[in-house]
C-alpha cells in the first residue's frame, strides 16, 4: 500500500515553478517508490509552514517573495 504524502504549495496554481514535482507526478515515478502523493495548490492567505507544522501537509514549499 503506498504511503500518503501531501505537497503543499506556496502558490495557487501548479506551474512551471514545481516542473520537477509535477512531471514525476504525471509519469507515475512517486507510485513506483510507493508514495501516493498529494500536490496541492495554495490559497492567498495560507500559512504553509502552519500547514505543514499541524497538518494535514507532509511537507511544503515556502519563498521569502
Do not use: C
Not at 15 to 23: C, H, K, V
Not at 47 to 56: F, S, W
Amino acid at each position: 500500500m503506498p504511503v500518503p504524502l501531501v505537497f503543499q504549495l506556496d502558490l495557487g496554481v501548479k506551474n512551471a515553478q514545481f516542473a520537477g514535482l509535477l512531471w514525476a507526478d504525471h509519469h507515475g515515478w512517486y507510485r513506483e517508490a510507493g508514495l501516493d502523493v498529494r500536490i496541492v495548490a495554495s490559497t492567498a492567505d495560507l500559512d504553509v509552514a502552519r500547514r505543514v507544522a499541524e497538518g494535514p501537509a507532509t511537507i511544503g514549499s515556502i519563498e521569502s517573495g
